[in-house]
């Protein structure tokens, strides 16, 4: 069966790469197949775990020049259909967007369009949902476009805000309850409808 070749972008420990994996293993993925994952930075966590699974893994330092166009070159090398953002704390420019051409989504750890843009990544945005006094929180992967965290959603699932929950706490239950359900499950949805369509361009 023809299957959407996937990359995954990643800035930090990968636990959303692992929930790609373990849904891969699974057959939960089935339509898409991981075939880079691209590290923003050295020694980050999920360079370990796409190493263990025997993924290609490129390290693309994001604060160094032409940052953009290796990242494209990669994709394209890879052959590339669809981009996964798993916890990748930058934001790709229109250029890159355009340039890519092809679907690309991204996790965002709230309900978008709460506590989301520029500036809100990782415990920043559960920091913000404790300030602000929500009752709810959740999850959200949508479309990524020139907006950050302003494409179209996929899937968002809630979850519920307990008292004392800390910022690393709300993180965690966030995380379990919603971002490793959704992701794999909105990435299956997005390559299946480019298997689709690859299928009826045959
Ligand atoms: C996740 O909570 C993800 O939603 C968030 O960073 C964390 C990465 O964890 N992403 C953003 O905040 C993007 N704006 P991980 O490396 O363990 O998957």
């Not at 699974?53 to 994709?75: H, N, Q, W, Y």
């Not at 709810?136 to 990524?144: E, I, L, N, P, S």
């Amino acid at each position: 069966m023809l299957t959407a070749r996937v990359a995954v972008v990643v800035s930090g420990g990968g636990t959303n790469l692992q929930a790609l994996i373990d849904a891969q293993a699974k057959g939960e993925l089935k339509s898409g197949r991981i075939a880079l994952v691209i590290a923003d930075r050295a020694g980050i966590g999920a360079i370990d775990r796409a190493g263990k699974t025997g993924i290609d893994c490129a390290v693309i330092v994001r604060k160094e020049p032409d940052f953009e166009k290796k990242v494209l070159s990669a994709l394209e090398a890879h052959k590339i259909d669809m981009v996964v953002l798993a916890g990748f704390l930058g934001i790709f420019s229109a250029e890159l967007l355009r340039g890519f051409g092809k679907p690309m989504i991204n996790i965002h750890p709230s309900l978008i369009p709460s506590f989301c843009g520029k500036g809100f990544y990782g415990l920043r945005v559960h920091q913000a949902a404790l300030d602000y006094g929500v009752k709810v929180t959740g999850a959200t992967v949508h479309y990524v476009n020139e907006v950050p965290d302003g494409g179209k959603i996929i899937l968002q699932k809630a979850v519920g805000i307990l008292p004392g929950d800390t910022p690393e706490i709300l993180q965690r239950r966030v995380m379990e309850q919603a971002e490793w359900v959704l992701l794999p499950q909105a990435a299956e949805i997005v390559a299946a409808q480019l298997v689709r369509e690859k299928e009826s361009n045959k």
